[in-house]
């Protein structure tokens, strides 16, 4: 027999151990028969060939096991019917999700059925085309790749055209080339293979319905999602016609086209649908069984897509810990986590930190394949992040190296290249060259609209970039034009409450009073502040979003417009630290030097009214750190001298300064009294206090009591001062 890294077979061999489960139900099967194996290995097989492996993996492969065992024993190692049980145990456990033990086992039966029939037998074509679709589950996909060419091509010589086995080998090469990014040559195959299935086992097959789900994969990778959404309906359909809604694949094809509605703006409806296929996939295949992975990093990208980013990044933890139990550290489902959850950390602030995963993921897919759609992806998030994080030459050398590369090999009207052009726009714009980045803007936004549709999420995205640009350039009324429309889009499509709508519609603020239209932005001001109210506080989009707000009440104030603004301000305030507050751990410290960093608007708030005073203690007490509260303080003294006399405002900025002089006096002190001389000759040198002490045992006693007594005044004044 021949043999591949070991003895493939030996924990099925007579001599090694039976797990309980075999145990147990072999012993089912035995009792059930009255004792006669031979009978009972006859009742396993009938049961395990009527079995829906795909829908019972962890049984199907008990029962296989229970088979292939008794065959073993036997001696029937190089029997036809034993290879063809051991091949029925593969698809088992390949079900059961432990798709890095098999591609041993499928290695071996192709070099068995290779020795036994020759190269151009039915089995062997199967199983080669077995092998290349384990290889590419596994994350060899490059290699994977000649071999399922050769099982198509011998699969159309051998069974002819339209027989079900070409066309399962077509579909397996067709996602080789998906994950290979090689989306146009797999289209043409994808879209024969699903009408082939189509006219000869009908729509609802389940091989249709698995030609189907590629075509409409391959689609989206095209940039036709509209197309690929139209044929995911018919495949969820399908599923849940033919096999029920409870069954896995169905769980997953539904998993599947959340994501991809969720990505046209059908957000809640979206979120809803993952909950549902993830619930499905844990209840029957477990945690940590590759399709319910598929479906929790689906539900990861919902949740964020409705603005959950903290929920989203918990469950990306999550799942990448278990991919990397599952597939182990260097799979590309693994590196695809990674990305995800550097996304999460990038959407709740943590820009730092996002940076060091995008690094890596990078790099890694560099290294593997440098041309593939995945390195494209890494390329554009690393080059943002940088851009985030003010590294703006880095960011541009990687944007730019995006795009060209998107251009060439996909071509300039895909969404992924228009995306690029888009993202080098706002890189030129944050570098504080607008002039540069707006004909990109206006050009990304103009191909988003035609290719997607005016009124399409995307479109969205770049019409707030082409504001953004436009406000830089003081053209505020294009700003204002691009801005609404966002507005409206993300409005209708996301709802008032999301962070994505709120980040817009205080922009869109911001700028009507830039163009001094005072009503048109109080008036969006109480709608955007009515979202913002009704929302659970937290994550940067809300912080920054809630920042710009109570920017604009303070200019509200005081233009004198209307005062009544101040408690809603003083209610948003509090908000804004609770925000920072429920922020867990890993988070809030970056949130915190974020809110300090931005305290300017909280002094223009505090100080519009003489009775604002009051919320200053509140956010000082928020803010941890000495660096920090001393750019509050500095701030505060900086508006000395700008209020009249009498004017509670004054009062606190007298207070605030003549507490910090105690301080220095107290702090000065302090020192004077701990001084011991270390490294000094106690006889010379200066006539300090400290010395006076040292050299006269009477004089020292004296200037202690007179220090203790001038330290015990300063301290009670400081004391009445704080309490004030």
């Given at each position: 027999m021949t043999e591949i890294d070991g003895d493939v077979l030996?924990?099925?061999?007579?001599?090694?151990?039976?797990?309980?489960?075999e145990a147990a139900v072999w012993s089912q099967f035995l009792t059930a028969a009255g004792g006669n194996a031979y009978v009972a290995i006859a009742q396993a097989r009938a049961q395990a060939e009527s079995l829906d492996a795909e829908a019972e993996p962890y049984l199907a492969t008990t029962l296989w096991s229970i088979i292939v065992r008794r065959d073993l024993a036997a001696g029937q190692d190089g029997l036809a019917t034993t290879l063809l049980s051991i091949r029925e145990l593969a698809e088992a456990i390949r079900h059961g999700g432990d798709r890095r033990k098999i591609v041993p086992l499928y290695k071996w039966l192709h070099a068995q059925w290779l020795a036994l029939e020759g190269p151009d037998d039915a089995h062997s074509i199967m199983a080669l085309r077995d092998l290349a679709w384990t290889m590419n589950q596994s994350g060899d996909r490059v290699a994977a790749l000649p071999l399922a060419r050769d099982a198509e091509a011998k699969s159309r010589l051998v069974f002819g055209d339209k027989h079900c086995e070409r066309v399962r080998a077509m579909a397996y090469l067709v996602d080789i080339l998906d994950n290979l990014s090689k989306e146009k040559e797999a289209e043409q195959i994808a879209e024969e293979?699903?009408?082939?299935?189509?006219?000869?086992?009908?729509?609802?097959?389940?091989?249709?319905?698995?030609?189907?789900?590629?075509?409409?994969?391959?689609?989206?990778?095209?940039?036709?999602?509209?197309?690929?959404?139209?044929?995911?309906?018919?495949?969820?359909?399908?599923?849940?016609?033919?096999?029920?809604?409870?069954?896995?694949?169905?769980?997953?094809?539904?998993?599947?086209?959340?994501?991809?509605?969720?990505?046209?703006?059908?957000?809640?409806?979206?979120?809803?649908?993952a909950k549902r296929s993830y619930s499905i996939l844990q209840d029957k295949l477990g945690s940590d069984h590759p399709k319910t992975l598929t479906a929790l990093r689906n539900l990861a990208t919902c949740l964020s897509r409705v603005g959950d980013y903290t929920a989203a990044r918990d469950r990306r933890i999550q799942g990448l810990a278990a991919r990397i139990k599952t597939y182990g550290e260097n799979h590309p489902n693994t590196w695809s986590e990674r990305?995800?959850?550097?996304?999460?950390?990038?959407?709740?602030?943590?820009?730092?930190?996002?940076?060091?995963?995008?690094?890596?993921?990078?790099?890694?897919?560099?290294?593997?394949?440098?041309?593939?759609?995945?390195?494209?992806?890494?390329?554009?998030?690393?080059?943002?992040?940088?851009?985030?994080?003010?590294q703006y030459s880095e960011a541009l050398e990687l944007l730019e190296k995006c795009y060209q590369q998107r251009a060439l090999n996909r071509g300039e009207d895909r969404l992924a290249t228009v995306m690029s052009l888009k993202n080098l726009g706002v890189c030129y714009s944050r570098m504080g060259l607008p002039e540069k980045g707006l004909p990109l803007l206006q050009l990304a936004a103009q191909k988003r609209s035609s290719l997607r549709g005016e009124d399409h999420v995307s479109t969205a995205v770049?019409?707030?970039?082409?504001?953004?640009?436009?406000?830089?350039?003081?053209?505020?009324?294009?700003?204002?034009?691009?801005?609404?429309?966002?507005?409206?889009?993300?409005?209708?499509?996301?709802?008032?409450?999301?962070?994505?709508?709120?980040?817009?519609?205080?922009?869109?603020?911001?700028?009507?009073?830039?163009?001094?239209?005072?009503?048109?932005?109080?008036?969006?001001?109480?709608?955007?502040?009515?979202?913002?109210t009704s929302t659970m506080p937290g994550g940067l989009t809300w912080l920054r979003a809630t920042k710009v707000v109570l920017e604009v009440v303070a200019s509200v104030i005081v233009s004198g417009k209307s005062v009544e603004w101040r408690d809603t301000a003083r209610t948003l305030s509090a908000k804004y630290i609770e925000a920072i507050d429920l922020t867990d751990p890993e988070e809030s410290g970056h949130l915190r030097r974020y809110f300090a960093s931005y305290h300017s608007a909280w002094m223009s708030l505090c100080f519009a009214a003489p009775d604002g005073v009051s919320e200053i203690p509140r956010i000082l007490a928020a803010i941890q750190g000495r660096e920090m509260a001393a750019m509050v303080l500095a701030d505060i003294e900086a508006r000395a001298g700008a209020f009249p006399e009498g004017d509670p405002r004054q009062r606190y900025l007298d207070t605030v300064q003549e507490l910090r002089r105690l301080r220095m006096m107290l702090r000065a002190q302090e020192n004077r009294s701990d001084e011991d001389g270390s490294g000094e000759d106690p006889e010379t040198g200066g006539e300090?206090?400290?010395?006076?002490?040292?050299?006269?045992?009477?004089?020292?006693?004296?200037?202690?009591?007179?220090?203790?007594?001038?330290?015990?005044?300063l301290l009670s004044r400081h004391s009445e001062l704080i309490h004030q």
């Open positions: 030996v924990q099925w061999r007579p001599e090694s151990a039976v797990s309980a489960d293979a699903w009408k082939i299935a189509k006219e000869e086992f009908g729509p609802l097959d389940r091989l249709t319905l698995e030609c189907a789900a590629a075509y409409g994969q391959i689609l989206v990778g095209l940039g036709r999602r509209i197309e690929g959404t139209a044929v995911g309906d018919v495949v969820l359909a399908g599923r849940r016609k033919t096999l029920g809604e409870d069954h896995p694949a169905t769980g997953l094809t539904m998993s599947v086209y959340a994501r991809r509605i969720g990505a046209e703006g059908r957000g809640i409806e979206a979120l809803d649908l990305n995800d959850l550097a996304f999460s950390y990038r959407k709740l602030g943590n820009s730092e930190k996002a940076l060091l995963l995008y690094r890596e993921v990078y790099e890694r897919r560099k290294q593997s394949n440098p041309n593939s759609r995945s390195t494209e992806v890494s390329m554009n998030n690393l080059g943002f992040t940088l851009m985030d994080l003010g770049a019409l707030h970039d082409l504001g953004k640009c436009y406000s830089s350039l003081s053209r505020y009324e294009e700003a204002s034009e691009s801005f609404a429309r966002c507005q409206r889009i993300r409005k209708e499509k996301f709802g008032k409450a999301h962070p994505s709508t709120i980040s817009v519609e205080v922009d869109l603020i911001k700028t009507y009073l830039q163009l001094g239209q005072l009503d048109d932005s109080t008036a969006l001001l109480k709608v955007t502040l009515a979202s913002i300090d206090g400290s010395r006076l002490i040292r050299k006269d045992p009477v004089a020292s006693a004296a200037a202690a009591k007179n220090l203790a007594k001038s330290r015990a005044v």
